[in-house]
């Protein structure tokens, strides 16, 4: 049973509008988010995180929502860029298990110039 | 930094035949995770060690694969008999967890590995 969900397989976006990546989960243990972005042939790379006292974290152009009561979290990248097209992971850690990532299956994010 | 470093980064075996994938996890890294990526269950965690002792193995999947870390620049992960369902692409991750927070996991390229 996957405790992480991403609904979209993929998702394409014109070049310079907002991406809006969406994420559930249902262990209500979670209390630390993470995104990751994957190209091709590379492993996942830390890209923001949030911790369940926040609803929301920016950085640059990435902002992460945390919406606790509906168990959701996205991921806005704004503007998008050609090179933002890749695979996004969500990722969710437990209470007293820190180390212990449960990903989602990822959404494939074409940005289009 | 190089980065965390995986070898082979492919494998190709017949069924029967034992694999071993090797890590060496960024310089000064305490911690170490092997991952399984496949399409059906996507990325999951097979085993976790800190300073070197395994402290979660509860993601690998059977006997049949094992993982040691007899250092703190090295790791294996090995199958002894191979199967076509391992057939994945397998990485290793490092990272450096302070007590009770979670911290980012730095993923290397990976190994595909492919079972005939």
């Known amino acids: 049973d996957q405790q992480v969900k991403q609904n979209s397989p993929s998702l394409s976006v014109q070049e310079g509008r907002i991406s809006i990546l969406n994420c559930d989960y249902t262990n209500s243990m979670f209390d630390y988010f993470l995104w990751y972005k994957k190209y091709p042939a590379e492993g996942p790379t830390f890209l923001i995180s949030?911790?369940?006292?926040?609803d929301k974290n920016e950085d640059g152009r990435f902002t992460v929502f945390l919406n606790k009561s509906a168990k959701h979290l996205s991921l806005h990248i704004v503007p998008s860029q050609p090179g933002d097209s890749a695979v996004y992971f969500c990722a969710a850690s437990e209470r007293g298990s820190n180390y212990k990532l449960t990903f989602g299956k990822g959404t494939l994010l074409t940005v289009n110039p | 930094d190089a980065g965390v470093i995986q070898s082979p980064r492919h494998e190709v075996t017949e069924m029967g035949q034992e694999v071993t994938l090797r890590c060496k996890p960024i310089?000064?890294?305490?911690?170490l995770f092997w991952y399984r990526q496949t399409m059906m269950r996507g990325l999951e965690l097979l085993i976790y060690?800190?300073?070197?002792?395994?402290?979660?193995d509860s993601g690998m999947p059977e006997d049949r694969f094992s993982a040691k870390m007899p250092n703190a620049s090295f790791s294996t992960l090995k199958i002894q008999p191979s199967e076509p369902r391992d057939s994945a692409v397998y990485f290793c991750?490092?990272?450096?967890?302070?007590?009770?927070?979670?911290?980012?996991?730095?993923f290397g390229p990976g190994t595909r590995l492919t079972v005939l």
């Open positions: 949030i911790s369940s006292i926040k």
């Open positions: 991750a490092s990272g450096s967890p302070a007590a009770g927070v979670t911290d980012t996991q730095y």
């Open positions: 310089s000064g890294h305490n911690s």
């Open positions: 060690f800190n300073n070197n002792v395994p402290i979660d």
